[in-house]
């Protein structure tokens, strides 16, 4: 690869950037005394969040861990999940004779638990509903962004939503890649109130491939309705209450060929096949993961046989085995004059965007 030693503000277009876990945890770490969750450090998280019920749900999922495995720190989130939803699927039609373990009810209170503990982790919560936190080093990121650009993510979370400044680029009604119901909402009303947005239409996507936590599904689970209070944090009599959201659990039969999630897909590879930059920031591509394995599978191939190469690529998380992982999954996408660079962190990716033409960021490959 020709190498570079400058970062420019202005990116080969169109643009394509990738979020995961360890973005919403690098955007919050000065803000937020727990930090949001990866993987393999979810339980440890679990553990620690006070208030609304949550301990208490907490409480039923981590004792259903230890009796699974004899211990619940450095277990995965993912690896529970999938031994969870492996073992509620053999329940359905391989019965056992003796009094069988309701794997569906940890399988839900697991949901639940997913949803609380991003809300607690990304908000004040206080009080219920919290209040969202925003990043300013998201802020900085995606203020970068220009018509036709793409965004995709695997979190839940709302932080880029959250984040992303007063501008014509995007809103919550058009912007998540087809039209969704609930605009005049709590949270949508609000969202348009509070940057006096005008709403004209989305100019670029974000396209939220595992669900969100202010959607929920209604007419035959095909259409996106936004929820009126997606930080609502409840209990009665002590019980902590569920709310409805759609997302795609961390387990292995996530049913992305149905409405709505299909329509994602469908677009995220399109935008991964075009794009002349592509940006990951803090996604590490889990093993577990065989369905976005697939689609950059995909994509490698059908860029490298269109002869249609990536420009640059940028890579910026703090373990280095995920940046050459991602390395070595692009190069056939890659031509002999494109360009890699490589970060620590997040941090260190926005730095560099506001670092000016000539600035020479730390960690560039």
Request: glycine share 6%.
């Amino acid at each position: 690869m020709r190498p570079r030693n400058s970062l420019y503000k202005s990116f080969p277009r169109p643009l394509a950037l990738i979020f995961g876990a360890g973005a919403t945890r690098g955007g919050l770490v000065d803000k937020v005394d727990i930090p949001p969750p990866v993987d393999n450090d979810f339980f440890d998280i679990a553990a620690q969040l006070k208030g609304h019920g949550t301990p208490r749900i907490a409480g039923h999922v981590l004792r259903s861990v230890w009796e699974l495995y004899g211990r619940t720190s450095g277990i995965s989130l993912e690896r529970y999940y999938r031994d969870i939803e492996t073992r509620t699927a053999i329940g359905r039609f391989a019965k056992t004779s003796n009094k069988p373990k309701d794997w569906r009810r940890r399988q839900d209170e697991l949901e639940e638990l997913i949803r609380r503990v991003y809300i607690h982790t990304t908000c004040n919560i206080q009080r219920s509903p919290g209040r969202p936190i925003r990043s300013e080093v998201h802020r900085n990121i995606l203020s970068r962004l220009k018509p036709n650009d793409t965004v995709i993510t695997f979190n839940y979370d709302l932080l880029i939503e959250e984040s992303i400044d007063p501008s014509p680029l995007w809103n919550p009604v058009d912007g998540y890649g087809l039209s969704v119901q609930g605009k005049t909402h709590n949270w949508c009303k609000h969202w348009l109130t509070d940057r006096s947005y005008s709403q004209p239409s989305s100019k670029i996507k974000v396209l939220k491939l595992h669900g969100s936590l202010n959607w929920r599904l209604y007419k035959n689970n095909r259409i996106i309705s936004l929820k009126h209070y997606p930080y609502f944090v409840r209990t009665r009599n002590g019980k902590p209450l569920p709310e409805e959201i759609s997302v795609l659990p961390p387990g292995w039969n996530k049913r992305i060929d149905q409405k709505p999630y299909r329509e994602f897909w469908r677009s995220a590879r399109l935008a991964l096949e075009t794009c002349k930059t592509l940006i990951i920031l803090g996604y590490s591509l889990p093993e577990t993961d065989l369905l976005a394995q697939a689609l950059f599978a995909e994509v490698v191939r059908t860029r490298k046989v269109r002869g249609h190469w990536l420009k640059e690529l940028y890579l910026a998380d703090p373990n280095q085995a995920v940046k050459e992982r991602f390395v070595e999954l692009f190069i056939p996408s890659l031509a002999p004059n494109s360009s890699i660079f490589k970060y620590r962190d997040i941090q260190e990716f926005s730095a560099a965007l506001s670092s000016g033409p000539r600035g020479t960021p730390n960690g560039v490959a």
